[in-house]
């Protein structure tokens, strides 16, 4: 039988609530310096925006055939960074895993800004962005309407269908906590947190149906963390494009979602706790397990990495065949063997369990699986289409200022909420902690009678 | 005759829990709980049926798949779009739109289910509410007659409550 976890259960219940609404009291001026320097380069990203706006597409790096690139690239790997958070928030509750519950709320909350980030992609990439609305079904004058055999409709639909239950199941959670720090808080901070709380007093009535709601709605989650970056996956294998055109992407896309997922979760968290002193809730035994969900994931996606490479020299199509032969050899290999090194043999170091619980060393090899997921995106992506079938049409893509600045103030605009985020309202869940205490202490017991 | 409310507080929920047997076996007034987190042995010495907003999270999901089936079959005949040769009624792809649709209208109904069904928004506060409950006690409120208020006041505090306090309504 495992051990019980080392984490402390002496704490009572009130110093659950004691440790977690300390990080809301007010900030200092480094955290405003912080908040102001993302949301500058947000300002900055968006001026670049208005001007692609302004001028057409011709400013960015976008030439026939490489008319997806940065900026899809940059949508596949915000949506997957997204799952991670469903993931800990739902799946796991549906198993009852217990080391979720310190972890799940930061995790739930990346999840919505990264979504809320990816959503910005496909409207970038758009030339005419005012016409957006296009992709959905609305009565109009001539008929017209978009045709549902188009991943990129599915696209729209599953996006935007994540994002909204994400934010609800995250806003049911977050409910009964922010009527704690109401209790807790003075001043227009009262006000503001007996507005969000609404009324809510966990009388036994209301945590009947919240339990039976909240139940439900991880169960409706739990498929979209499939099914989401399924569609996004088909959005390149629906395509007959070499290098998209694959049965593996939906299962391969997942599980790389959840590996470049949850170790952003690491990556945010590791500095998190530090700067807001909670190391008492986030201990090493939450960051070991997320290790190992990290580890058994980059096992899954080089596994893809291997069968994709298995498939084409198997199925024998000379023109898949060259594409790979770019991917590995041509003049961006170098960006697939950074990526292999990323996320093939670095996060082999965390079949060691003294290298899952340093922190600074787990906190460099999460950086390192992030940019590792990133060149894989754009390797599929803008790399399939470099070299396609014709090779009079092969060419090249550089990316421009607005591309880049772009990227950068999307990451600015990621970090930028969620700063704000772990200031406002409860990062760790206070209910859920108190759940889990109880069983901590039972585990507790059970060791002390075996030794 | 008066009517009283009898405000207790636990430091367990267990505790809470049998108080809340004893009065149910007992048959004395109705009562209120109030916890910082869902006990399902408060749940279970409660002993109320199953939350109806399952109900409400099925009807929300089977409207999702009908909405998708209309969207898309609407629509297509509607647009009448060769792509490819193949048919217009090319089913497979609109099973993706009426899923996403039902996990859409299924948390969407489940959400506002927990809303209705627990009285959220709320302006007033329940009787006998403390801050302290959502906290580290589990508070039991009981209203009864005058008459039987040291019944319940005594069985109380043998199932080990901290505080008992007798409020007149």
Redesign the interface.
């Known amino acids: 039988m495992a051990a019980a976890p080392k984490v402390p259960v002496e704490q009572?219940?009130?110093d659950i609530?004691r440790s977690v609404l300390r990080v809301m009291e007010p900030a200092g001026m480094a955290y405003w310096a912080w908040v102001g320097f993302c949301f500058t380069l947000v300002g900055i990203a968006a001026c670049f925006w208005l001007r692609q706006i302004y001028s057409g597409l011709g400013v960015t790096g976008l030439r026939q055939p490489v008319m997806w690139a940065i900026y899809i690239t940059n949508f596949v790997f915000w949506v997957g960074i997204a799952h991670s958070g469903t993931l800990i928030s739902a799946v796991l509750f549906l198993f009852r895993t217990k080391w979720r519950t310190a972890v799940y709320r930061a995790a739930e909350t990346m999840t919505i800004f990264a979504v809320a980030t990816a959503g910005l992609y496909p409207l970038i990439h758009l030339g005419r962005v005012w016409f957006f609305y296009w992709l959905l079904?609305y009565p109009n004058q001539r008929?017209?309407?978009?045709?549902?055999?188009s991943p990129l409709?599915?696209d729209a639909?599953?996006v935007?269908?994540y994002l909204?239950?994400s934010a609800?199941?995250w806003?049911?959670g977050l409910?009964?906590d922010i009527?704690?720090a109401r209790?807790a808080a003075t001043g227009w901070r009262k006000k503001f947190y007996t507005v969000l709380a609404?009324?809510?007093?966990?009388?036994?009535?209301?945590?009947?149906?919240?339990?039976?709601?909240y139940l439900?709605?991880a169960g409706?989650?739990t498929?979209?963390v499939l099914?989401v970056h399924s569609?996004v996956s088909w959005d390149f294998a629906m395509a007959i494009n070499p290098g998209w055109h694959s049965t593996i992407f939906a299962p391969y896309f997942v599980a790389g979602a959840i590996f470049s997922g949850v170790a952003m979760v690491i990556t945010l968290l590791i500095p998190m706790r530090r700067m807001l002193g909670i190391e008492d809730l986030l201990t090493e035994w939450h960051f070991d397990n997320l290790a190992k969900v990290v580890l058994l994931t980059s096992l899954v996606v080089s596994y893809a990495y291997i069968t994709e490479a298995f498939m084409t020299w198997y199925a024998g199509d000379p023109i898949e065949q060259m594409t790979f032969h770019m991917r590995y050899f041509g003049p961006w290999g170098w960006m697939y063997w950074v990526m292999v090194l990323c996320n093939c043999v670095i996060p082999l170091l965390l079949f060691s369990p003294r290298i899952r619980v340093n922190m600074r060393a787990l906190w460099v090899i999460t950086i390192f699986v992030n940019i590792g997921m990133w060149f894989e995106r754009f390797v599929i992506i803008a790399g399939s289409l470099t070299a396609n079938f014709e090779p009079s049409q092969w060419a090249s893509y550089r990316p421009s200022i607005t591309e880049i600045m772009i990227t950068i103030g999307s990451f600015a605009w990621f970090l930028g909420l969620f700063s704000l985020f772990s200031r406002f309202l409860p990062i760790i869940s206070?209910?859920?902690l108190?759940?889990g205490i109880v069983w901590l202490r039972k585990a507790r017991k059970k060791d002390r009678v075996a030794a | 005759m008066s009517t009283v409310e009898i405000i207790s507080s636990f430091g367990d929920d267990a505790q809470c829990a049998n108080a809340i047997e004893e009065l149910r076996a007992a048959k004395v007034g109705d009562f209120?709980?109030?916890?910082?987190?869902?006990?399902h042995r408060?749940?279970h010495a409660?002993g109320?049926k199953?939350?109806p907003?399952?109900w409400m999270?099925l009807g929300g999901?089977i409207s999702g798949i009908l909405t998708g089936l209309a969207?898309?079959i609407g629509?297509?005949y509607?647009?009448r779009?060769n792509?490819g040769g193949?048919p217009l009624l090319?089913w497979p792809?609109?099973i993706?739109?009426c899923?996403?649709?039902m996990?859409?209208l299924?948390?969407?109904s489940?959400?506002l289910?927990?809303?209705m069904?627990?009285?959220?928004?709320?302006?007033?506060?329940?009787p006998g509410?403390d801050?302290r409950?959502?906290?580290?006690r589990f508070g039991l409120v009981v209203r009864c007659e005058e008459t039987e208020a040291e019944r319940v006041e005594s069985m109380l505090k043998e199932s080990g409550a901290e505080e008992v306090v007798r409020e007149g309504i």
Do not use: C
């Open positions: 009572s219940y009130r609530d079904p008929y017209l309407q978009p045709d549902f055999r409709v599915w639909f599953a935007s269908t909204t239950i609800l199941f806003t049911m409910i009964p009527a704690n209790e609404m009324g809510w007093q966990g009388t036994d009535r209301q945590w009947r149906h919240y339990s039976m709601a439900l709605m409706l989650a498929p979209l099914s569609v206070m209910t859920e108190k759940e | 209120n709980t109030f916890a910082p987190f869902p006990s408060i749940e409660i109320k199953k939350s907003v399952r999270v999901g969207i898309t629509t297509t509607e647009w779009l792509a193949k090319s792809p609109f993706v739109i899923f996403e649709l996990v859409l299924g948390g969407i489940g959400f289910g927990v809303l069904m627990s009285g959220i928004p709320a302006i007033e506060i329940a509410y801050g409950f959502g906290e580290d």
